[in-house]
């Protein structure tokens, strides 16, 4: 039997993985949790909201998958999240954002992946105040880290028939750190002669998202443009609910919804357990467990086609009678 840590979170973690874990144990495939706590909950008995016993499961189990876990504001811990991805190198971020069917959103057809870069750009945190009406923020960009993650695309289209990876930059003005990523773009391309190039500028894509948004297939990015696109590629397929993601290195790889602990509905049985789901569908993928992630994935369709779906989605079903109706879909 396969171990994987579960990082069940706070906010509307807890009641999202049970719903998860409910419906993967009603699959048939048998998975050992290793539940780890983590976040607010864990702070005061273990002082801080990352124990390390969280990140040596994960490096045990090689997989994780991960509930949304909530870092305090303003009391000196360092996002949880960031802190998971530096410590494991988790170089890729990535996004898939599919239309599902049921869910009614402005446009059919989208199915686009996103593959953002996770540990460089302006998201470095290399900072300064450099006088009382000035600050800084430096942006990195290495040969190395892009040339991992555009591969890392290329490969992620090749393995899973996509015919498509573009690159997106705003190499016109920063020519030199936007300008380095899509050369390296460029030198990886030339590997995989079977998938169609293109490039694109940020702002443009931007645009024509949100006119025309099946024309796009993979996306790579460097960090900053990546966290802005994928959370607007998220609204397009029926927003946080529904939007899964991955991180992903390579030794060890962490899945976890887009959204956050969602504090305002904690505890009320009405959070969308799916984009959690989808996360965990995606991993089961990743292990080599096909034929379980297909069933899982139909009865989720079969679920919200049938209209049955959560508050957030227009529907009236809570998140337990939601997971119900997906165990009986299975
Ligand atoms: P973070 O900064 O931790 O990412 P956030 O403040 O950006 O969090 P979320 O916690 O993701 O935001 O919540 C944003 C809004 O979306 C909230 O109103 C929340 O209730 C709603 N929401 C988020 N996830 C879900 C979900 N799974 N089901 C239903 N509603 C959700």
């Not at 840590?5 to 699959?27: F, H, Q, R, Y």
């Not at 997989?63 to 996002?79: C, D, E, N, Q, Y």
Request: net charge negative; glycine share 8%; with cysteine.
């Amino acid at each position: 039997m396969r171990t994987i840590t579960l990082i069940n979170g706070d906010g509307i973690g807890p009641e999202i993985s049970e719903a998860v874990v409910k419906i993967i144990e009603a699959s048939g495939l048998k998975i050992d949790w290793d539940v780890q706590t983590a976040g607010s909950d864990v702070i005061e008995a273990e002082g801080t909201p990352l124990p390390e016993r969280v990140l040596n499961s994960i490096k045990k189990n090689k997989i994780a998958l991960k509930a949304p876990v909530t870092t305090p504001i303003g009391k000196g811990f360092r996002s949880v999240n960031v802190q998971l991805r530096k410590s494991l190198d988790l170089f890729a971020n990535l996004r898939p954002c599919k239309n599902l069917a049921g869910v009614k959103t402005r446009f059919d057809g989208v199915d686009i992946v996103v593959v953002r870069e996770n540990t460089e750009d302006l998201y470095a945190g290399i900072e300064r105040q450099v006088d009382e009406d000035t600050a800084e923020s430096i942006k990195i960009i290495t040969r190395k880290a892009s040339e991992r993650i555009c591969r890392f695309a290329f490969d992620y289209a090749v393995k899973n028939n996509r015919g498509e990876v573009c690159v997106v930059t705003k190499a016109n003005i920063m020519k030199l750190s936007d300008g380095l990523f899509l050369d390296t773009y460029r030198e990886v391309a030339k590997d995989y002669p079977n998938i169609n190039q293109r490039e694109i500028l940020v702002d443009n894509l931007c645009m024509q998202l949100v006119q025309n948004p099946k024309q796009f297939d993979v996306l790579v990015l460097p960090n900053l443009y990546g966290d802005i696109v994928s959370d607007l590629c998220a609204g397009l397929i029926g927003g946080l609910g529904i939007a899964q993601g991955a991180n992903i290195g390579e030794d060890c790889a962490v899945f976890e919804p887009v959204h956050g602990s969602a504090p305002d509905i904690k505890g009320q049985n009405k959070a969308n357990p799916t984009a959690l789901l989808l996360s965990a569908v995606e991993m089961l993928r990743y292990i080599g467990e096909n034929g379980y992630a297909a069933r899982i994935e139909e009865a989720l369709h079969k679920t919200l086609n049938s209209g049955k779906m959560t508050a957030d989605l227009g529907g009236n079903l809570s998140t337990t009678e939601f997971t119900d109706e997906i165990i009986k879909n299975l």
